[in-house]
Protein backbone atom coordinates (compact mmCIF):
# COMPACT_ATOMS: atom_id res chain seq x y z
CA UNK A 1 0.00 0.00 0.00
CA UNK A 2 1.38 3.69 -0.94
CA UNK A 3 2.16 5.85 1.39
CA UNK A 4 -0.12 7.98 0.49
CA UNK A 5 -3.32 6.22 0.44
CA UNK A 6 -5.94 6.25 2.66
CA UNK A 7 -6.38 2.86 5.35
CA UNK A 8 -9.41 1.52 6.04
CA UNK A 9 -10.78 0.12 9.15
CA UNK A 10 -10.11 -3.61 7.73
CA UNK A 11 -6.17 -2.61 6.32
CA UNK A 12 -5.77 -1.55 10.06
CA UNK A 13 -7.32 -4.57 11.42
CA UNK A 14 -4.99 -6.83 8.77
CA UNK A 15 -1.66 -5.20 9.67
CA UNK A 16 -2.08 -5.16 13.07
CA UNK A 17 -1.49 -1.31 13.63
CA UNK A 18 -4.62 -0.54 15.29
CA UNK A 19 -3.34 -3.00 18.16
CA UNK A 20 -4.37 -1.33 21.49
CA UNK A 21 -5.72 1.22 19.90
CA UNK A 22 -9.64 1.92 20.77
CA UNK A 23 -11.79 1.50 17.66
CA UNK A 24 -11.56 4.51 15.51
CA UNK A 25 -14.78 6.58 15.16
CA UNK A 26 -17.71 6.20 13.02
CA UNK A 27 -20.17 8.81 11.77
CA UNK A 28 -23.58 8.91 13.91
CA UNK A 29 -26.35 5.92 12.86
CA UNK A 30 -28.44 7.58 9.73
CA UNK A 31 -25.68 10.17 8.64
CA UNK A 32 -23.42 9.99 6.09
CA UNK A 33 -19.84 11.76 4.76
CA UNK A 34 -20.15 14.01 1.36
CA UNK A 35 -16.83 12.90 0.21
CA UNK A 36 -14.72 14.21 -2.69
CA UNK A 37 -16.57 12.33 -5.42
CA UNK A 38 -19.91 12.75 -5.11
CA UNK A 39 -19.12 16.75 -3.93
CA UNK A 40 -19.14 16.77 -7.43
CA UNK A 41 -22.58 15.65 -8.10
CA UNK A 42 -23.40 18.05 -5.22
CA UNK A 43 -22.56 21.22 -6.89
CA UNK A 44 -23.13 20.30 -10.28
CA UNK A 45 -27.00 19.51 -8.92
CA UNK A 46 -26.69 23.20 -7.45
CA UNK A 47 -25.37 24.71 -10.34
CA UNK A 48 -28.43 23.39 -12.65
CA UNK A 49 -31.07 24.58 -10.08
CA UNK A 50 -29.81 27.45 -9.36
CA UNK A 51 -29.60 28.22 -13.02
CA UNK A 52 -33.42 27.40 -13.47
CA UNK A 53 -34.67 29.38 -10.58
CA UNK A 54 -32.90 32.33 -11.38
CA UNK A 55 -34.36 31.91 -15.28
CA UNK A 56 -37.77 31.59 -13.29
CA UNK A 57 -37.51 34.79 -10.66
CA UNK A 58 -36.61 33.09 -7.70
CA UNK A 59 -34.59 34.33 -4.84
CA UNK A 60 -32.35 32.11 -2.55
CA UNK A 61 -33.28 31.77 0.99
CA UNK A 62 -31.23 30.44 3.84
CA UNK A 63 -33.23 29.92 6.92
CA UNK A 64 -31.12 29.07 10.36
CA UNK A 65 -30.79 25.72 11.10
CA UNK A 66 -33.17 25.42 14.08
CA UNK A 67 -36.44 26.93 14.88
CA UNK A 68 -39.03 27.04 17.77
CA UNK A 69 -40.50 23.31 17.81
CA UNK A 70 -44.03 25.09 17.42
CA UNK A 71 -43.43 26.23 14.01
CA UNK A 72 -43.48 22.38 12.49
CA UNK A 73 -45.97 21.46 15.03
CA UNK A 74 -48.35 23.66 14.31
CA UNK A 75 -47.97 23.71 10.36
CA UNK A 76 -46.33 20.02 9.40
CA UNK A 77 -49.04 18.22 12.07
CA UNK A 78 -48.76 17.14 15.04
CA UNK A 79 -50.26 13.52 14.07
CA UNK A 80 -47.77 13.17 11.29
CA UNK A 81 -44.82 10.90 11.33
CA UNK A 82 -42.09 13.77 11.31
CA UNK A 83 -43.57 15.65 14.54
CA UNK A 84 -44.90 12.68 16.41
CA UNK A 85 -41.76 10.50 15.91
CA UNK A 86 -38.69 12.02 13.67
CA UNK A 87 -38.16 16.06 15.27
CA UNK A 88 -34.54 16.27 16.51
CA UNK A 89 -35.57 18.55 19.48
CA UNK A 90 -33.82 19.41 22.51
CA UNK A 91 -34.05 22.62 25.06
CA UNK A 92 -31.69 25.29 25.19
CA UNK A 93 -30.23 26.53 28.60
CA UNK A 94 -33.40 28.75 29.30
CA UNK A 95 -35.44 25.92 28.33
CA UNK A 96 -37.35 27.30 24.78
CA UNK A 97 -38.20 24.01 22.82
CA UNK A 98 -36.17 24.04 19.77
CA UNK A 99 -35.84 21.76 16.35
CA UNK A 100 -33.38 21.13 13.95
CA UNK A 101 -35.29 21.81 10.93
CA UNK A 102 -37.09 18.71 9.61
CA UNK A 103 -37.82 20.68 6.27
CA UNK A 104 -38.07 23.85 4.80
CA UNK A 105 -41.74 24.73 3.60
CA UNK A 106 -42.56 25.93 7.63
CA UNK A 107 -39.48 28.15 8.29
CA UNK A 108 -39.39 29.90 4.60
CA UNK A 109 -43.18 30.90 5.81
CA UNK A 110 -42.08 32.14 9.17
CA UNK A 111 -39.80 34.34 7.73
CA UNK A 112 -42.00 35.73 5.03
CA UNK A 113 -44.28 36.91 7.76
CA UNK A 114 -41.43 37.50 10.18
CA UNK A 115 -39.61 39.61 7.35
CA UNK A 116 -43.06 41.55 6.56
CA UNK A 117 -42.58 40.30 2.99
CA UNK A 118 -46.94 40.36 2.40
CA UNK A 119 -45.82 44.24 1.35
CA UNK A 120 -43.77 42.96 -1.14
CA UNK A 121 -45.41 42.76 -4.82
CA UNK A 122 -46.65 38.95 -4.93
CA UNK A 123 -45.93 36.14 -5.64
CA UNK A 124 -42.72 36.23 -3.60
CA UNK A 125 -40.13 33.32 -4.86
CA UNK A 126 -37.97 31.78 -2.82
CA UNK A 127 -35.23 28.42 -3.39
CA UNK A 128 -33.04 26.64 -0.93
CA UNK A 129 -30.45 24.21 -0.95
CA UNK A 130 -30.09 23.13 2.92
CA UNK A 131 -29.65 19.81 5.33
CA UNK A 132 -32.70 18.70 6.85
CA UNK A 133 -33.11 16.02 10.12
CA UNK A 134 -35.44 14.01 10.60
CA UNK A 135 -35.61 10.64 12.87
CA UNK A 136 -36.18 8.44 10.29
CA UNK A 137 -34.96 4.38 9.91
CA UNK A 138 -32.16 4.34 8.24
CA UNK A 139 -32.21 2.83 4.79
CA UNK A 140 -30.45 3.18 1.09
CA UNK A 141 -32.00 6.88 0.20
CA UNK A 142 -33.21 7.45 3.86
CA UNK A 143 -31.13 9.42 6.35
CA UNK A 144 -31.23 11.29 8.95
CA UNK A 145 -29.43 14.26 7.60
CA UNK A 146 -29.95 14.40 4.14
CA UNK A 147 -29.70 17.44 1.85
CA UNK A 148 -32.75 19.13 -0.05
CA UNK A 149 -33.60 21.03 -2.76
CA UNK A 150 -36.59 23.63 -2.45
CA UNK A 151 -38.84 26.36 -3.62
CA UNK A 152 -41.59 28.12 -2.70
CA UNK A 153 -44.08 30.56 -4.42
CA UNK A 154 -45.91 32.66 -2.18
CA UNK A 155 -48.98 35.18 -2.32
CA UNK A 156 -51.04 33.87 -5.46
CA UNK A 157 -52.78 30.65 -6.53
CA UNK A 158 -54.19 29.53 -9.80
CA UNK A 159 -53.77 26.37 -11.21
CA UNK A 160 -51.51 28.02 -13.77
CA UNK A 161 -48.99 28.40 -11.29
CA UNK A 162 -49.22 24.63 -9.87
CA UNK A 163 -48.52 23.80 -13.78
CA UNK A 164 -45.50 25.88 -13.47
CA UNK A 165 -44.00 24.69 -10.54
CA UNK A 166 -44.44 21.50 -11.51
CA UNK A 167 -42.72 22.21 -14.94
CA UNK A 168 -39.88 23.91 -13.40
CA UNK A 169 -39.28 21.06 -11.43
CA UNK A 170 -39.96 18.76 -14.64
CA UNK A 171 -36.99 20.82 -16.25
CA UNK A 172 -35.02 20.21 -13.28
CA UNK A 173 -34.92 16.81 -13.45
CA UNK A 174 -34.51 16.48 -17.23
CA UNK A 175 -30.91 19.10 -17.23
CA UNK A 176 -29.90 16.47 -14.20
CA UNK A 177 -30.16 13.37 -17.20
CA UNK A 178 -33.08 11.45 -14.80
CA UNK A 179 -36.48 12.47 -16.28
CA UNK A 180 -37.10 9.69 -18.17
CA UNK A 181 -36.88 7.39 -15.39
CA UNK A 182 -39.09 9.21 -13.16
CA UNK A 183 -42.98 9.38 -12.95
CA UNK A 184 -44.89 12.37 -11.95
CA UNK A 185 -48.26 11.70 -9.74
CA UNK A 186 -50.21 13.91 -8.27
CA UNK A 187 -53.43 14.14 -6.72
CA UNK A 188 -55.62 16.86 -5.63
CA UNK A 189 -56.81 16.43 -1.72
CA UNK A 190 -59.22 19.59 -1.83
CA UNK A 191 -59.70 21.92 0.89
CA UNK A 192 -59.93 21.25 4.68
CA UNK A 193 -63.95 21.12 5.34
CA UNK A 194 -64.05 17.93 2.52
CA UNK A 195 -61.17 16.96 4.38
CA UNK A 196 -62.19 16.73 7.17
CA UNK A 197 -65.77 15.09 6.11
CA UNK A 198 -63.57 12.46 4.05
CA UNK A 199 -61.33 11.71 7.46
CA UNK A 200 -64.97 10.86 9.11
CA UNK A 201 -65.93 8.59 5.76
CA UNK A 202 -62.56 6.63 6.36
CA UNK A 203 -62.96 6.29 10.41
CA UNK A 204 -66.81 4.93 9.46
CA UNK A 205 -65.26 2.76 6.75
CA UNK A 206 -62.13 1.27 8.93
CA UNK A 207 -64.84 0.56 11.89
CA UNK A 208 -64.62 -3.00 12.94
CA UNK A 209 -61.80 -3.75 10.26
CA UNK A 210 -59.10 -2.58 12.92
CA UNK A 211 -57.81 -6.09 13.31
CA UNK A 212 -56.54 -6.23 10.14
CA UNK A 213 -54.17 -3.13 10.00
CA UNK A 214 -50.62 -2.44 11.90
CA UNK A 215 -50.14 -0.84 15.03
CA UNK A 216 -48.83 2.13 13.01
CA UNK A 217 -52.25 2.14 10.92
CA UNK A 218 -53.85 2.17 13.72
CA UNK A 219 -52.30 5.01 15.19
CA UNK A 220 -52.77 6.93 11.88
CA UNK A 221 -56.60 6.15 11.67
CA UNK A 222 -57.16 7.63 15.25
CA UNK A 223 -55.22 10.48 14.59
CA UNK A 224 -54.81 11.39 11.16
CA UNK A 225 -56.91 9.07 8.85
CA UNK A 226 -55.68 10.20 5.27
CA UNK A 227 -52.12 8.92 6.05
CA UNK A 228 -53.99 5.37 6.11
CA UNK A 229 -53.84 5.84 2.20
CA UNK A 230 -50.29 6.28 2.06
CA UNK A 231 -49.91 2.84 4.23
CA UNK A 232 -47.34 0.56 3.08
CA UNK A 233 -48.98 -2.40 5.14
CA UNK A 234 -50.44 -5.12 2.82
CA UNK A 235 -53.62 -5.62 4.38
CA UNK A 236 -54.21 -1.50 4.53
CA UNK A 237 -53.07 -1.78 1.00
CA UNK A 238 -56.42 -3.73 0.26
CA UNK A 239 -58.63 -2.23 2.04
CA UNK A 240 -57.89 0.61 0.93
CA UNK A 241 -58.86 -0.14 -2.42
CA UNK A 242 -62.44 -0.92 -1.47
CA UNK A 243 -62.62 2.34 1.09
CA UNK A 244 -64.29 5.56 0.41
CA UNK A 245 -63.10 7.60 -2.24
CA UNK A 246 -61.98 11.11 -2.04
CA UNK A 247 -63.16 12.50 -5.21
CA UNK A 248 -66.84 11.61 -4.16
CA UNK A 249 -66.17 13.92 -1.28
CA UNK A 250 -63.88 16.91 -2.97
CA UNK A 251 -66.10 19.84 -3.56
CA UNK A 252 -67.02 21.20 -7.01
CA UNK A 253 -64.64 23.58 -7.39
CA UNK A 254 -61.71 22.08 -6.20
CA UNK A 255 -62.67 19.37 -8.65
CA UNK A 256 -62.78 22.26 -11.58
CA UNK A 257 -58.86 23.44 -10.26
CA UNK A 258 -57.43 19.93 -10.88
CA UNK A 259 -58.93 19.67 -14.00
CA UNK A 260 -57.85 22.97 -14.98
CA UNK A 261 -54.31 21.80 -13.90
CA UNK A 262 -54.14 18.79 -15.55
CA UNK A 263 -54.94 20.08 -18.55
CA UNK A 264 -52.04 22.42 -18.41
CA UNK A 265 -49.84 19.89 -17.99
CA UNK A 266 -51.41 17.81 -21.00
CA UNK A 267 -50.86 21.57 -22.66
CA UNK A 268 -47.08 21.35 -21.78
CA UNK A 269 -46.35 17.66 -22.84
CA UNK A 270 -45.68 16.53 -19.10
CA UNK A 271 -47.25 12.91 -18.66
CA UNK A 272 -48.86 12.20 -15.06
CA UNK A 273 -50.48 9.40 -13.53
CA UNK A 274 -53.41 10.33 -11.16
CA UNK A 275 -53.06 8.88 -7.76
CA UNK A 276 -56.28 9.36 -5.32
CA UNK A 277 -53.96 7.85 -2.62
CA UNK A 278 -51.54 10.37 -2.97
CA UNK A 279 -51.80 12.27 0.08
CA UNK A 280 -48.24 13.53 0.99
CA UNK A 281 -46.67 13.29 5.06
CA UNK A 282 -46.97 17.00 6.22
CA UNK A 283 -50.74 17.93 6.89
CA UNK A 284 -50.00 21.78 5.82
CA UNK A 285 -51.21 20.68 1.98
CA UNK A 286 -54.43 21.46 0.45
CA UNK A 287 -55.68 21.10 -3.29
CA UNK A 288 -52.73 19.71 -5.77
CA UNK A 289 -49.88 17.32 -4.46
CA UNK A 290 -47.57 15.16 -6.43
CA UNK A 291 -44.27 13.23 -6.47
CA UNK A 292 -41.73 12.14 -8.60
CA UNK A 293 -41.29 8.69 -8.16
CA UNK A 294 -39.06 5.84 -10.03
CA UNK A 295 -41.58 3.09 -10.87
CA UNK A 296 -38.53 0.77 -11.42
CA UNK A 297 -37.17 0.87 -7.88
CA UNK A 298 -38.84 -0.15 -4.85
CA UNK A 299 -38.25 1.13 -1.30
CA UNK A 300 -37.57 4.92 -0.80
CA UNK A 301 -38.91 5.96 -4.54
CA UNK A 302 -40.15 9.77 -4.12
CA UNK A 303 -37.00 11.45 -5.81
CA UNK A 304 -38.97 14.42 -4.98
CA UNK A 305 -42.67 16.19 -4.71
CA UNK A 306 -44.86 19.43 -3.31
CA UNK A 307 -47.95 20.68 -3.10
CA UNK A 308 -50.18 23.93 -2.44
CA UNK A 309 -49.92 25.29 1.17
CA UNK A 310 -53.01 28.00 1.24
CA UNK A 311 -53.84 27.52 5.22
CA UNK A 312 -50.27 27.51 6.26
CA UNK A 313 -49.06 31.13 6.80
CA UNK A 314 -52.14 31.58 8.71
CA UNK A 315 -51.33 29.09 11.07
CA UNK A 316 -47.95 30.58 11.58
CA UNK A 317 -49.60 33.76 12.53
CA UNK A 318 -49.68 35.76 8.90
CA UNK A 319 -53.00 37.09 6.48
CA UNK A 320 -54.11 34.08 4.53
CA UNK A 321 -51.86 33.89 1.82
CA UNK A 322 -51.96 31.01 -1.21
CA UNK A 323 -48.40 29.27 -2.07
CA UNK A 324 -47.33 26.18 -3.61
CA UNK A 325 -43.90 24.53 -3.63
CA UNK A 326 -41.86 21.56 -3.92
CA UNK A 327 -38.96 19.94 -2.71
CA UNK A 328 -36.04 17.10 -3.88
CA UNK A 329 -33.63 15.31 -1.92
CA UNK A 330 -30.28 15.61 -3.39
CA UNK A 331 -29.17 12.01 -1.94
CA UNK A 332 -32.00 10.18 -3.78
CA UNK A 333 -31.58 12.69 -6.83
CA UNK A 334 -27.45 11.27 -6.98
CA UNK A 335 -28.88 8.00 -6.49
CA UNK A 336 -30.73 8.03 -9.79
CA UNK A 337 -27.99 9.89 -11.44
CA UNK A 338 -25.91 6.81 -10.67
CA UNK A 339 -28.50 4.92 -11.87
CA UNK A 340 -28.61 6.76 -15.30
CA UNK A 341 -25.35 6.79 -15.69
CA UNK A 342 -25.13 10.50 -15.41
CA UNK A 343 -21.65 11.93 -15.75
CA UNK A 344 -20.49 15.28 -13.99
CA UNK A 345 -18.27 17.68 -15.13
CA UNK A 346 -15.51 17.60 -12.83
CA UNK A 347 -13.81 20.88 -11.45
CA UNK A 348 -11.84 19.63 -9.22
CA UNK A 349 -9.35 18.25 -11.69
CA UNK A 350 -5.52 19.55 -12.03
CA UNK A 351 -3.55 20.51 -14.56
CA UNK A 352 -0.18 20.23 -13.42
CA UNK A 353 1.99 18.32 -10.72
CA UNK A 354 5.61 19.65 -10.04
CA UNK A 355 8.20 17.24 -8.87
CA UNK A 356 11.23 18.32 -7.13
CA UNK A 357 14.92 16.58 -6.18
CA UNK A 358 16.67 18.24 -3.61
CA UNK A 359 16.19 21.81 -1.70
CA UNK A 360 17.63 24.13 -4.27
CA UNK A 361 14.57 22.44 -6.67
CA UNK A 362 12.37 22.75 -4.02
CA UNK A 363 12.54 26.61 -3.17
CA UNK A 364 11.97 27.04 -6.61
CA UNK A 365 9.17 25.17 -6.80
CA UNK A 366 6.67 27.08 -3.96
CA UNK A 367 6.96 30.12 -6.34
CA UNK A 368 6.61 27.96 -9.55
CA UNK A 369 3.55 26.33 -8.24
CA UNK A 370 2.18 30.40 -7.37
CA UNK A 371 2.48 31.81 -10.57
CA UNK A 372 0.79 28.56 -12.35
CA UNK A 373 -2.20 29.15 -9.99
CA UNK A 374 -2.40 32.41 -10.60
CA UNK A 375 -2.24 32.51 -14.79
CA UNK A 376 -5.56 29.67 -14.24
CA UNK A 377 -3.40 27.06 -14.11
CA UNK A 378 -4.40 24.12 -11.05
CA UNK A 379 -1.09 22.89 -9.81
CA UNK A 380 0.37 21.32 -6.95
CA UNK A 381 3.21 19.49 -5.99
CA UNK A 382 4.08 17.07 -2.97
CA UNK A 383 6.51 19.04 -0.49
CA UNK A 384 6.69 17.10 1.99
CA UNK A 385 8.20 14.16 0.09
CA UNK A 386 11.99 14.00 -0.86
CA UNK A 387 11.98 10.57 -2.95
CA UNK A 388 10.45 11.44 -6.94
CA UNK A 389 8.89 7.86 -6.94
CA UNK A 390 6.51 8.66 -4.41
CA UNK A 391 5.79 12.04 -5.52
CA UNK A 392 5.10 10.75 -8.90
CA UNK A 393 2.38 8.43 -7.20
CA UNK A 394 0.62 10.99 -6.45
CA UNK A 395 0.72 12.61 -9.99
CA UNK A 396 -1.09 9.22 -10.82
CA UNK A 397 -3.70 9.72 -8.85
CA UNK A 398 -4.34 12.89 -9.28
CA UNK A 399 -4.06 11.87 -13.44
CA UNK A 400 -2.23 15.45 -14.17
CA UNK A 401 -2.06 15.42 -17.60
CA UNK A 402 1.27 17.31 -17.46
CA UNK A 403 4.41 17.02 -14.81
CA UNK A 404 6.99 19.64 -14.24
CA UNK A 405 10.53 17.95 -13.20
CA UNK A 406 12.84 19.99 -11.40
CA UNK A 407 16.32 17.79 -10.12
CA UNK A 408 19.71 19.47 -9.28
CA UNK A 409 20.57 19.24 -13.35
CA UNK A 410 17.74 21.49 -13.83
CA UNK A 411 18.48 23.83 -10.83
CA UNK A 412 22.08 24.23 -12.41
CA UNK A 413 21.38 24.46 -15.79
CA UNK A 414 17.94 27.13 -15.01
CA UNK A 415 15.89 25.02 -16.92
CA UNK A 416 12.84 22.19 -16.10
CA UNK A 417 10.92 19.12 -17.76
CA UNK A 418 7.22 19.48 -19.35
CA UNK A 419 6.88 16.04 -19.10
CA UNK A 420 3.09 14.97 -21.26
CA UNK A 421 1.49 12.64 -18.83
CA UNK A 422 -1.01 11.48 -21.85
CA UNK A 423 1.41 10.73 -24.35
CA UNK A 424 4.49 9.95 -22.16
CA UNK A 425 7.13 12.61 -24.37
CA UNK A 426 8.83 15.50 -22.57
CA UNK A 427 10.60 18.74 -23.14
CA UNK A 428 13.15 20.47 -21.37
CA UNK A 429 12.45 24.62 -21.57
CA UNK A 430 14.75 27.41 -19.30
CA UNK A 431 12.69 27.98 -16.36
CA UNK A 432 11.43 31.76 -17.20
CA UNK A 433 9.46 30.06 -20.23
CA UNK A 434 7.75 27.30 -17.82
CA UNK A 435 4.02 28.61 -17.14
CA UNK A 436 4.11 30.03 -20.78
CA UNK A 437 4.58 27.15 -22.17
CA UNK A 438 2.09 25.10 -19.74
CA UNK A 439 -0.65 28.04 -20.56
CA UNK A 440 0.15 27.24 -24.21
CA UNK A 441 -0.63 23.71 -23.95
CA UNK A 442 -3.73 23.63 -21.90
CA UNK A 443 -5.31 26.24 -23.95
CA UNK A 444 -7.49 29.42 -22.48
CA UNK A 445 -10.41 27.73 -22.36
CA UNK A 446 -9.53 25.26 -19.71
CA UNK A 447 -7.73 27.73 -17.02
CA UNK A 448 -9.45 27.96 -13.67
CA UNK A 449 -9.72 31.81 -12.87
CA UNK A 450 -11.72 33.23 -9.76
CA UNK A 451 -14.40 35.16 -11.58
CA UNK A 452 -15.82 37.97 -9.18
CA UNK A 453 -19.16 37.98 -11.50
CA UNK A 454 -19.21 34.01 -11.96
CA UNK A 455 -22.30 32.77 -9.70
CA UNK A 456 -21.12 31.32 -6.36
P1 LIG B 1 -41.00 15.69 1.57
O1 LIG B 1 -41.77 14.84 0.62
O2 LIG B 1 -41.07 15.34 3.00
O3 LIG B 1 -41.49 17.17 1.34
O4 LIG B 1 -39.48 15.72 1.14
C1 LIG B 1 -39.12 16.07 -0.17
C2 LIG B 1 -38.05 15.13 -0.69
O5 LIG B 1 -36.95 15.09 0.22
C3 LIG B 1 -38.48 13.67 -0.80
O6 LIG B 1 -39.15 13.45 -2.02
C4 LIG B 1 -37.14 12.97 -0.79
O7 LIG B 1 -36.53 13.05 -2.07
C5 LIG B 1 -36.33 13.81 0.17
N1 LIG B 1 -36.32 13.21 1.52
C6 LIG B 1 -37.27 13.29 2.47
N2 LIG B 1 -36.89 12.63 3.58
C7 LIG B 1 -35.67 12.10 3.31
C8 LIG B 1 -34.74 11.30 4.06
N3 LIG B 1 -34.97 10.93 5.31
N4 LIG B 1 -33.58 10.94 3.45
C9 LIG B 1 -33.31 11.33 2.17
N5 LIG B 1 -34.15 12.09 1.44
C10 LIG B 1 -35.30 12.47 1.99
C11 LIG B 1 -41.03 18.26 2.02
O8 LIG B 1 -40.11 18.24 2.78
C12 LIG B 1 -41.75 19.53 1.63
N6 LIG B 1 -41.20 20.64 2.45
C13 LIG B 1 -41.60 19.80 0.13
C14 LIG B 1 -42.34 21.03 -0.26
C15 LIG B 1 -41.80 22.23 -0.56
N7 LIG B 1 -43.65 21.15 -0.34
C16 LIG B 1 -43.96 22.39 -0.68
N8 LIG B 1 -42.86 23.07 -0.79
Redesign the pocket.
Known sequence: MAADEVKTDIDLEEDGSNEGRNPPFQTAKGVHDILPPDHEYYTYIKKIVRHRCRQAGFRRITTPIFEYTEVFKRTVGEASDIVSKEMYTFEDKAGRSLTLKP???APVCRAYIQHGMANLPQPVEFYYIEPFF?Y?RPQA???RQ?W?F?F?LIGETDPALDAQVILLAQRIYQDLGIADTLKLQINNIGDLASRKVYAEALKDYYYGKERYLSDEDKVRLQKNPLRILDSKNEDTIILNQSAPKFKDFISAESREYHEEVLMYLRDLKIEYNENENLV???DYYNQTVF?FYDEKKGGQN??????R?DGLIELLGGHPTPAI?????L??VIAQMKRNKVRVPSKDDLHVFVAQLGKEAKRLCIPLIDQLRSKGIKAMGALGKPAIKNQLKIADRFKVPYCVLIGETEVREGKAIIRDMTVGSQVTVAFDKVVAELVKRIGEKSLDFYNPKDPV
Open positions: EGTREGRYFQGERGLESVGGGGFGFGMGER
